[in-house]
């Protein structure tokens, strides 16, 4: 059963343009969500995160929301850059006996096209 | 700074073969640590985790083994591979900051079984 949920394996965007990355779940235990961007051949680096008690977190020109009813987050790119193609990773954790244990989705291949 | 290391990059090995994948943390001091793997077109599933020396939790059986021989230290093993466990490896580490636990990953190791 995935528990967290990234229904569009690929995206395509414009350079300049906004990229909407959008991630679904069903664990209404986890409590912190996070964002991670993956080149290939690399591990994924951690982009961003927010806390099950906001419901929108900033960072530069990335974006997280959070609709915790609807238990979907989203991803804001904006602009997006050709740098920015990569796959990007939803992942949420939850409190398992002493530590977080996080769910990761399968994935979004954004390509940022110039 | 913090920094985390797997080595090697890439391997190739044969079907029956053992298997030693090490990944070490600078710059922390106990550590949570992750074993990931990645398999094709696939999401991150967690392996391992170890919360302190000696300690050590599967989350998915297989014919892998984890072991923590130092606090920094986290290795993957197997004493007969498969073809199934062919994958990208990754290796996280995170340090428990109240209700965040942020995991960063190391670069990766490419496995492939012959």
């Known amino acids: 059963d995935q528990q967290v949920k990234q229904n569009s394996p690929s995206l395509s965007v414009q350079e300049g343009r906004i990229s909407i990355l959008n991630c679904d779940y069903t664990?209404?235990?986890?409590?912190?969500f996070l964002w991670y961007k993956k080149y290939p051949a690399e591990g994924p680096t951690f982009l961003i995160s927010?806390?099950?008690?906001?419901d929108k977190n900033e960072d530069g020109r990335f974006t997280v929301f959070l609709n915790k009813s609807a238990k979907h987050l989203s991803l804001h790119i904006v602009p997006s850059q050709p740098g920015d193609s990569a796959v990007y990773f939803c992942?949420?954790?939850?409190?398992?006996?002493?530590?977080?244990?996080?769910?990761f989705g399968t994935g979004t291949k954004l390509q940022v096209i110039p | 700074s913090q920094t985390i290391h797997q080595w090697p990059a890439t391997l190739v090995q044969p079907v029956g073969s053992p298997l030693s994948l090490e990944c070490t943390v600078e710059?922390?001091?106990?550590?949570?640590l992750y074993w990931y793997r990645q398999a094709a077109g696939r999401g991150l599933q967690l392996l391992f985790y170890?919360?302190?020396?000696?300690?050590i939790s599967s989350e998915v059986p297989q014919n892998l083994s984890a072991s923590r021989p130092q606090d920094r230290q986290f290795i993957l093993s197997s004493k007969k591979l498969l073809l199934s466990d062919s994958g990208f490896y990754l290796c996280?580490?995170?340090?428990?900051?109240?209700?965040?636990?942020?995991?960063?990953f190391g670069p990766g190791t490419r496995l492939t079984v012959l």
């Open positions: 710059g922390t001091s106990n550590p949570n």
């Open positions: 664990n209404s235990m986890f409590d912190y």
């Open positions: 992942a949420a954790s939850e409190d398992s006996g002493g530590y977080q244990k996080v769910t």
């Open positions: 996280a580490w995170s340090v428990w900051a109240g209700s965040a636990d942020t995991q960063y």
């Open positions: 170890s919360v302190g020396i000696g300690q």
């Open positions: 927010i806390s099950s008690i906001k």
